[in-house]
């Protein structure tokens, strides 16, 4: 005689999997979250000691190493003797979270004196520069146009502009500056010829653009060899900072568009050497 056995309950492997699966991806989302927050202190502040991050967000110091160690892999700060910084240096530029928030009026005044070197019907190169982002808003009173870039920015601020056609420079995609770069950008680069190139640069040193990065070198030369008009954007504070690279001598530019914080005698000295120097006048304060 069998004993009649006892069916088995069985529970779905999924309705296990459920409460850990939520349990992580709440997990994952307070740390994003929260590296997001750190990123926009960090950003905000330029350079912040890590044990005050820790403090602020009430997080171990271990984890606020953790969290500062993704965001420096993803481009966003740098890690240093115990802060977290993301200022420039000679060696590395600051991440473009940083330099969109920084000489808004000045840049926008120096874009709006550029955009008189565009014409509807033209081809543009525009780099990866925040400055030449201020531009963007300004492109649909030249339509028709094409914006040739390796700005991943400025391709999604244009997406959905009409009459202005994009081409988009693909590559070795960077997150500190959100572009594009490397030899698959310069080849493409190479490909076209555009009536206008409009750039911006690190630093002026010795009346020389500079940058930090040869990877940038490569594709602002790039853009400047393969266009017929070269204007280079640059505020008062690049006159300041310091980068390991040469580019490109000012003389070499059509025009190089300055804000009127620069000082008179950077000014004087270009047009003295022979460099075209034009002075952008804020027209109004930025709000």
Not at 38 to 49: C, E, K, L, N, S
Not at 250 to 273: K, S
């Amino acid at each position: 005689m069998h004993t009649a056995r006892r069916p088995e309950i069985v529970t779905p492997v999924e309705h296990l999997e459920l409460p850990l699966l939520h349990g992580t991806r709440a997990r994952v989302s307070r740390r994003s979250a929260r590296q997001g927050a750190i990123a926009d202190a960090v950003v905000t502040a330029g350079t912040i000691r890590i044990d005050e991050l820790a403090a602020r967000f009430d997080i171990s110091t271990m984890t606020a190493h953790r969290d500062l160690d993704e965001l420096e892999r993803r481009g966003l700060l740098r890690k240093s003797r115990g802060i977290a910084t993301v200022t420039s240096t000679a060696l590395v530029e600051s991440s473009d979270l940083y330099r969109a928030g920084r000489e808004l009026a000045e840049k926008e005044a120096i874009a709006m004196s550029a955009l008189e070197f565009i014409h509807p019907g033209q081809a543009i190169f525009l780099d990866d520069s925040t400055t030449s982002l201020h531009l963007v808003p300004h492109l649909a009173a030249k339509r028709p146009l094409t914006v040739i870039t390796n700005s991943l920015t400025i391709m999604n601020a244009l997406r959905s502009a009409g009459g202005i056609t994009v081409i988009g420079l693909g590559g070795e995609f960077h997150n500190w500056c959100s572009a594009y770069m490397g030899r698959a950008t310069t080849d493409a680069i190479a490909a076209h010829r555009a009536d206008t190139v409009v750039m911006s640069t690190s630093a002026i040193i010795d009346d020389i653009a500079f940058h930090q990065t040869p990877k940038t070198i490569d594709v602002k030369r790039a853009m400047f060899d393969a266009a017929l008009t070269r204007i280079l954007l640059a505020d008062h504070t690049k006159f300041e900072k310091r980068a390991l690279h040469a580019m490109l001598p000012l003389a070499a530019f059509d025009a190089v568009i300055v804000d009127e914080g620069t000082d008179r005698r950077h000014i004087g000295h270009l047009r003295e050497a022979g460099t075209r120097v034009i002075v952008a006048h804020q027209r109004s304060p930025l709000r």
